[in-house]
């Protein structure tokens, strides 16, 4: 009888680490709950909640689809920054001071070009991980959103520091895509510690 339950028992807890295996937490959780523990590993845990809620109900506790909504929503975000800079550009009223910050403004547009290659190339292979390949397209995927991060973080450096109602809010918007890029980073991290065993159930 006792070997019987305790048999019973371990092949209950077998049953849970299965389903669970994908999974950091090992509860059961409802909807809203699957966007937090995604995010528990990001840094700018408040944005990566907010931007990424809605992609719980597709993602639930699968890394691989966390990583993607991440790099994506990342994109989203740099295509609107970079439009922006390339509007502010162009606009020979929008003063941003006179000298360097003219400078820095045009290594950004270039920056974000370059940034937005790279996240693009990230969301590529990331839609086709393999199994046979995944350390290496996760090693290349690694390099291409730090690259990125990288890129962004050269902007951000190239203005003075101003008070300036413009470049506050310019400054605002490009730490926004670092803080979305570094989310990104981490999500896609957190899915190469996990192994490919979540492509199973794409
Ligand atoms: C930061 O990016 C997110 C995601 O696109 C967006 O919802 C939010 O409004 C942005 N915040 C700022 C300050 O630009």
């Known amino acids: ?29 409802e909807a809203d709950n699957y966007v937090q523990d995604a995010c ?11 931007s990424l809620a809605p992609f719980s109900n597709s993602a639930k506790n699968n ?7 991440g790099v994506s929503v990342t994109i989203g975000e740099a295509k609107s920054v970079a439009q922006y800079l390339a509007t502010t ?7 941003l001071g006179r000298g360097r910050n003219k400078i820095a403004l ?4 270039e920056c974000f070009q370059d940034t937005l290659d790279n996240l693009h190339k990230s969301l590529i292979v990331l ?18 959103v730090s690259a990125a991060l990288t890129d962004v973080d050269t902007c951000l450096d190239g203005f003075d520091e101003q008070k300036g109602k413009r470049v506050k809010y310019l400054l605002n918007r490009v730490s926004n895509v670092t803080y979305l ?19 199973i159930n794409e």
């Open 40 to 50: 528990s590993v990001t840094h700018y845990r408040d944005l990566c909640i907010q």
């Open 89 to 95: 550009k162009r606009n020979k009223k929008a003063t």
């Open 1 to 29: 009888m006792k070997i019987c339950l305790n048999n019973v028992l371990l092949l209950l807890l077998l049953l849970l680490m299965i389903m669970f295996s994908c999974s950091s937490a090992s509860q059961n959780k």
């Open 181 to 199: 890029t570094s989310n990104a980073l981490a999500l896609v991290n957190k899915l190469a510690t996990t192994g490919p065993k979540c492509l």
């Open 63 to 69: 890394p691989s689809r966390w990583a993607r909504a």
């Open 127 to 144: 839609r086709k991980l393999s199994i046979g390949q995944f350390s290496s397209q996760l090693d290349d995927v690694n390099t291409w």
């Open 106 to 109: 045009s290594d950004c547009v």
